[in-house]
């Protein structure tokens, strides 16, 4: 039985000062823009600053139709290879932003409190999960240090799949063998994928470089072409694909989690209806429970007039999906909340 369910989106990484999707093509380098100009039929150098405002959603959907349907856009050479190559351009990109923003993050005692709390629990015994629409790997990094800091070794998160240590390290234990084995974990759910993870196309291992030393950060897939890897990341897409053998794991274990869960906290998440995916595993295994408590974090009053314009939006999608369910909301900073015991909890 899972007591918590801790639901982490982009709001989330706030804190850490990740960039928002609508910022991630910001100042592109003139490969994208090309790549934009072309599927947009526009002039990169004269739509330069039009380019970046394009939101991603249209991008990769149509990059994502085009690979999905081996589609050939008539009169251009915009076919498979193009959307496969720019795709994983596009992603190469995103990740090198990543990269440099985890580098760059200090230490947030928020962050650590937090997953402090929840690695706390465990050790006593009791088990929360968390189920995150994220690529980052702020989780895996504040766990495996709180960890340390209690002198726990043979402990780290669980992914809820058949992974392999990227570097091919013998005494590296299979995320779902570690507890059969002893180790303490907590399930740490990507249902979007990570940047710490690369998938392979021969072999499909899913291969995995464990956030335990002193900074997050990602695999860059061309980094590792000779080995015929792929980054595992659900985009902001239209047509999201989680046939992958691995996020069909972790997707069924988040909706056991779910459906068994007493409370389920929703912190940084705006229930996009493009994520009619997880919509619909949030149908299925908590829409029809009256007894599970569903908690909302949305921005605090003091918030600026475009967040707030937000909040009302993410507010209205909660109250018109989750009708008649126990839910409640509360309007306050996730830095804030992640240092409130009694809101972690009780709420």
Known sequence: MTGTCFVLGAGFSVPAELPPQETLLRSPPPEIADIVGKIFNIDPEKHYDEIEKIPLEDIFTFLDRININHELIPDTDIDFAFAYNAKRIILNHIINV????????????????????????RIAGESN????????????????KSYKNHNIYKAGVDYACYDFDYDDNSRYVQSILRKAKGFSTIKVLKLHGSINWLHSNALGYLRVKEQTGAAPSGLVARASEQREMENILITPTLLKNIENTHLKMIWFNAGIDLLEARRVVFLGYSLALADFDFRYLLLKSICRRKDVKLRVLLYPENASAEKL??????????????IGNNIQYKYMNVKDFMQNDKLIWNW
């Open 98 to 121: 990543f990269n440099s923003k985890l580098a760059a993050m200090h230490e947030t005692e928020a962050y650590y409190h937090f997953f402090d709390q929840i690695v706390r629990r």
């Open 309 to 322: 314009y937000k909040r009302n939006q993410t507010e209205a999608r909660y109250r018109n999906f989750f």
């Open 129 to 144: 999960t968390v189920i995150t629409l994220n690529w980052d790997t702020i989780p895996e990094y504040y766990i495996y």
